[in-house]
Each structure stands twice: as C-alpha cells, then as structure tokens.
C-alpha cells in the first residue's frame, strides 16, 4: 500500500468510526471532508470518494458506501489531520483522466497479465481496432477481455470518455 492509500483509508476509517455506521451515502463522506473538517475543497471531496470507490477501497450499495476494509482496526492519530496531497492526488487522477491515460492503464495491465511486450499489445489493439472498424479503446477493451484481464474499474472512464470525447479514428 502506498502513503497515500494508507492515509485514504485513515480518513474513511476516521468518517465511519465517527458516524458510527457501517454504510453511509458518498454525500456524507464528502460533506464532512470539505464542509465540517474544511480538508479540503467540495471538488476534491467528491473526487476522492470517486477514486476511493474506484480504488476499491470503498464499495458502493443502494444506500451508499461501504469500506473494503476493516476500519475498525485502523488507527487514527490522535488529533488526526490528513496531508493536502490525499486529496490533490486523488482527484488530480480523475481530473487529468485523458484517452492516453486510461489506455496506458490497460496497456500496462495487459503487459502485467500476459507475456506480451507494449508493441505487440498496442499492435494487437491497433489491429483489432481496424479489422472491426472500431476505436482503440473499444479495441483495447476486447483484447483485454480476451486475455482475461481485469479492468472493470476502468470500464466508466473508458465509457466517459469514448461518448464524450472526440470521435477519433481507429
């Protein structure tokens, strides 16, 4: 686990330990971050929720969200107050979500899941693209599938950004 993971668990752990509930919905994590504890901007907030859930560190359910974790046993410090940089870097990773990003996340998953170089996965997902007459990101998701590679986590922002952004020619 990396500092800030460490410190993104310690601030959820932090919000359900003091609400008492194992469930609560994303408004009241991201409220009590930005308004009640003023760590951070209501932006940000709600951008590290985003990235929790996508981080897998929380779960989401009907009446809200849930920790992966056991945050009972997570320590808080004593007069806890998280670094700025959990929250920065958190959403800076939503926010500077482009194509090229969410494509080399897949790329790199497939190398780490197969015996495949960069050139011959990005080979791969070119030639795919081109024979279905489909976007490289539709392309990579195939091959991904194919080699049974997990990126359901990058599914919504592959979605976001195929139907929103520039069509782009395979």
């Known amino acids: 686990m990396s500092k800030v993971t460490d410190e993104a668990k310690q601030v959820l752990a932090f919000i359900f330990k003091r609400s008492g509930k194992k469930t609560l919905p994303a408004s009241d ?17 709600k951008a590290f929720v985003k990235q929790a859930v996508s981080n897998k560190l ?14 009972d046993e997570v320590t808080i410090p004593t007069g806890f107050k998280p670094s700025k940089t959990v929250f920065k870097e958190q959403s800076s990773t939503k926010n500077s979500s482009s194509i090229e990003d969410v494509m080399t996340l ?13 050139q011959e996965i990005n080979d791969n997902i070119e030639r795919i693209a081109q024979k279905k007459r489909i976007l490289l990101e539709v392309a990579a998701v195939f091959f991904a599938k194919k080699h049974d590679c997990d990126i359901t986590d990058l599914i919504a922002p592959l979605k976001k950004l195929i139907f929103t952004s520039e069509k782009r020619k395979a």
């Open 29 to 45: 994590i991201y409220l009590a971050i930005s308004m009640e504890f003023q760590w951070c901007s209501p932006k940000e907030a």
């Open 58 to 71: 929380l779960i989401e359910k009907n009446q809200g969200v849930t920790p992966s974790f056991e945050f």
């Open 106 to 118: 897949v790329v790199k998953r497939l190398e780490k899941n197969t015996e495949l170089s960069n």
